[in-house]
């Protein structure tokens, strides 16, 4: 049994004069022990979807469809009460903006013993505060016992992140959701706290969703990869995979804008035109509007959405034409 299994997942937000459709339909599952990816453009519906599984969007103006299930339990996110005992317990989440989840008036040390507090009611302060020098031993911040009376400010970018990442960790959930938890953080800093959440998750067997747009860190740490473009899951499949045969011509876009990705004497090829707005999407496939294959061959890219199916044995795309059928185009086209 996996323990997140997502189905199916549409978010949208009803604004006054339009309609964002933030996710599309986003199915996946994940295992104890395991790092799922998602990839993609600024706007693609990946904060979005992990706010959703965390029971964090809501309004009037959110319409909100799909089932998750948590560790074999169908979460039920009218039952707020249920909903806190999972959120930040068992599944814990690091989010993008770092500066802005933590209390610039309060001393780090309180705000980390504070969400053990939350799950442990009746918990001493001490205790808690225990637990959060231990948790900040573990994502090795110098001098906790001392650092516990600081406040965030007088931390690095660096080490802030560390402490969110403290905070997230000291319930022990069982799954972990980074939003993007490295951007910030120059080369070598990166570098560490993506190590670190490596090591976090051997030592608890937790499963982790890491949020990026960066193909490096995929490639670092994550075991699978979903690819996001206009709210829809365009490719999921295996990291190494994704990197070896990608399927989507938007995925295999996005790796040859990658520097160090080319041989040494081609260019970089970026992708042209921009995503189009989540508010206004085409009525066919999103990515057509930006992609060299769309309509080839009778393909009916602008009218219809194609599904995403599998290619190979766990490998899926939502195109038309796999890449096979790409490369007989393209020998049809030389042949002529
Ligand atoms: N509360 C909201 N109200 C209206 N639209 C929203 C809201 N939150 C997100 N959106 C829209 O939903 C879409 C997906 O946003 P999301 O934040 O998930 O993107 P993202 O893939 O995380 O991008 P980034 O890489 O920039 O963080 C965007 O078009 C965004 O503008
Ligand atoms: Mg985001």
Known sequence: MSLLKVENLDVSFV??????????????????????GFVGESGSGKSVTAQAIMGLVAGENVELTGSVWFDGNAIDYEDEKSLRSIRGQE????????????????????????????????????????????????????????RINDYPHQFSGGMRQRIMIAMALINRPKLLIADEPTT??????????????KRLQKENNMAIILITHDFGVVSEVCDDVIVM????????????????????????????????????????????????????????????????????????????????????????????????????????????
Request: aromatic content about 6%; overall charge negative; glycine content about 6%.
């Open 184 to 197: 910030a953080l120059d080369v070598t800093v990166q570098a560490q706290i993506l190590q670190l959440l």
């Open 229 to 336: 473009y206009a709210g829809k899951a365009v490719e999921t499949a295996s990291a190494d995979e994704i990197f070896k045969s990608p399927e989507h011509p938007y995925t295999k876009g996005l790796l040859d804008s990658l520097v160090g990705n080319q041989d040494m004497d081609s260019e970089l090829i970026p992708i042209p035109g921009t995503p189009p707005s989540a508010a206004d999407l085409p009525s066919g496939c999103s990515f057509a509007p930006r992609c060299t294959w769309a309509n080839k061959d009778g393909m009916p890219c602008d009218s219809k959405a194609p599904a995403l199916v599998e290619t190979s044995s766990h490998h899926s795309s939502a195109c038309f034409l796999p890449a096979s059928g790409r490369s007989k185009l393209l020998e049809r086209k030389s042949a002529k």
């Open 91 to 146: 599944i814990a989440m690091v989010f993008q903006d770092p500066l802005s989840s933590l209390h610039p008036f309060y001393k780090v040390g309180d705000q980390i013993a504070e969400s053990y507090l939350v799950h442990h009611t009746g918990a001493k302060k001490a205790e808690a505060l225990e637990e959060a020098v231990k948790v900040m031993t573990e994502v090795g911040i110098p001098s906790p016992k001392t």
């Open 15 to 36: 604004l006054s004069d339009s309609t964002v459709q933030a996710v599309n339909g986003v199915s996946f599952e994940l295992e104890r022990g395991r790092t799922l």
